[in-house]
Structures are given as C-alpha cells and as structure tokens.
C-alpha cells in the first residue's frame, strides 16, 4: 500500500511563492508517475502537473498550461519526496493541492488524464490580491 501526504500549503499573496511537499510511503507497488491535482471550491479536480520518473529513457514532466512557466514539479524519491514549486502564484491558483501516484505499465503515459491509485489528503493554498 502507497500513503501520500502533502504539506506546505498556505495564503499568500499573489505573485508570492510556496513550495508543496508530498511524503510518500509505502514501497510496493513501485510507483513511477507521479501528479500535482488541484480543486477549488465549486470547481472540478483539474491536473496541475505529473512526473514519471525511473525510465530508461529519463525522466520528464508535463504541465498545464496554466501553470507553465510557474510551477515546477520535481522529486527526491531517495528520501521518499515529491515537490511542487510555485512561483509568481496568482488568485485563481487557489484551491486545495493534491498529489497522487500510480505504477504505470509499458508505454504508459503519465498524463493528469491517466488513473492514479494514490492520492494524499490536500493541502489548502489560498492566494490573494
């Protein structure tokens, strides 16, 4: 079993920065794709960004287009750690943060649009004028 938790979230003003964690626990399955999900009141879960990692051909990462440019996503997973860097936040980046994982099989694509098995708890972040 796979238990994420994520921490950082916070109110900021916009234009301000915070940095998301996610602790992920658990070794089996071992998980390779990673995403950031967000959700704001009366709005739909949307992806922010996912990571796969581990691969032969490397590493990468995807981002809507929202946020490119602004967030990066990045993880140490030697000490079990997935990040979310936020700069130059704006107001409509509120909402609460989650993260989630899954394993992907051969030619999956880690994609926000793919079925992640995993999802922590959120954490709030609230941005404003």
């Known amino acids: 079993q796979v238990q994420l938790m994520e921490s950082g979230g916070d109110s900021v003003q916009a234009g301000e920065s915070l940095r998301l964690s996610c602790v992920v626990a658990g070794i089996y399955p071992r998980i390779n794709c990673m995403g950031w999900f967000r959700q704001a009141p009366g709005n739909e879960r949307e992806g922010v960004a996912t990571l796969f990692y581990g691969g032969a051909a490397g590493d990468y990462s995807l981002y809507a287009d929202s946020v490119k440019g602004r967030f990066t996503v990045s993880q140490d997973m030697n000490n079990n750690m997935l990040y979310l860097q936020m700069n130059s936040l704006k107001i409509e980046d509120t909402g609460t943060y989650y993260c989630?994982?899954?394993?992907?099989?051969?030619?999956?694509?880690?994609?926000?649009?793919?079925?992640?098995?995993?999802w922590g708890q959120g954490t709030q972040v609230t941005v404003s004028a």
């Open positions: 989630a994982a899954v394993r992907l099989g051969p030619g999956g694509l880690c994609t926000s649009n793919e079925k992640f098995d995993y």
